[in-house]
């Protein structure tokens, strides 16, 4: 597609995936003031090392994924009381590169509970060489199914549906943000 038509197109539907979550606000993006700061729980911290790069130098981004997949999965067992699966990545950004030596830290955050599923945000952030400013690098909902010890989906407990209030878990939901918050 020619640059202009391209401007065009961008100009009449704006392609800013962090504004698709509830609750998100501009300043969540990286380089955009100081107090941005981290939706949800500390889920997993690790280093990034050599072994993790691509040609470029950076960190590869399906160790990245691979990092909030596990960090997602701690949290929805929680909220599960069991076993859950991956069954849906959506939204994904990949904000800033990661270099070896950050210290990556995956944050999760309830979007919405459904009968089966549970849909998190999960954050990526870094210190550059384990110190200084955090920054967002990385984003992502993620959508996980409990499942029962044979593999079959399986409801969610009753009392944690009734925490979410999203019972039903249809696509229309609100998400559960603010009474999981509030209910924490």
Partial sequence: MRPAKEKARTAERPNDRLNERPNDHQNDRPGHGPSAQ??????SRTL?????????????GGWIMSLMDCAGKMTAT???GGRVVTVAVSNIAFLQPVEVGD??????DLIRLGRSSITLGVEV???????????????AEFTFVA???DGRKRKLPAARRAVGGTEGGAKGDKGTRAVAESSA
């Fill in 147 to 149: 499942v029962a010890e």
């Fill in 48 to 60: 990034a090392m050599p072994t993790d790069t691509n040609p470029m130098g950076h960190v590869f």
């Fill in 38 to 43: 981290p939706r949800g729980e500390l889920a």
């Fill in 103 to 108: 210290t990556v830290c995956c944050y999760t």
């Fill in 78 to 80: 929680q909220h599960a």
């Fill in 125 to 139: 952030w870094v210190l550059r060489q384990g110190r200084g400013e955090r920054i967002k690098v990385t984003d």
